[in-house]
């Protein structure tokens, strides 16, 4: 059984950066899309970007949230079985809890939707506030 743990959440000041990782455990990620969303409070879980099952050749079709165009990017360490969220360019709109998903054998370009992804991390916190 797939587990996702996000780590890598915390306070950073507006215009600053961090990185997020979802590390999978159980199962290799390789074969599964990976989604990262996040939910503010009071709003509805949105994606962000998302990368689709790896067939490994070196850059996996990716598909993101124009909120985050140029700011985030996503990546995979197969060896350490791991995804990771590169976020760039802080703004306190990006704040929210952040989750990692899972969904098997996607090999087309991801979609962003949450109903799309079956498994779940339990997310990690962003706060972005001077």
């Known amino acids: 059984q797939l587990q996702l743990v996000e780590s890598g959440g915390g306070l950073v000041q507006p215009g600053g950066s961090l990185r997020l990782s979802c590390a999978g455990s159980?199962?290799?990620?390789?074969?599964?899309?990976i989604g990262w969303f996040r939910q503010a409070p009071g709003k509805e879980r949105e994606g962000v970007l998302c990368i689709s099952s790896s067939v490994g050749s070196s850059s996996d079709p990716t598909n993101f949230a124009d909120s985050v165009k140029g700011r985030f990017t996503i990546s995979r360490d197969n060896a350490k079985n791991t995804v990771y969220l590169q976020m760039n360019s802080l703004k306190p709109e990006d704040a929210a809890v952040y989750y990692c998903?899972?969904?098997?054998?996607?090999?087309?370009?991801?979609?962003?939707?949450?109903?799309?992804?079956?498994?779940w991390g339990q997310g990690t916190q962003v706060t972005v506030s001077s």
């Open positions: 998903a899972a969904e098997p054998l996607v090999f087309d370009l991801c979609d962003l939707k949450p109903s799309d992804f079956r498994f």
């Open positions: 159980g199962v290799s990620l390789d074969n599964f899309a």
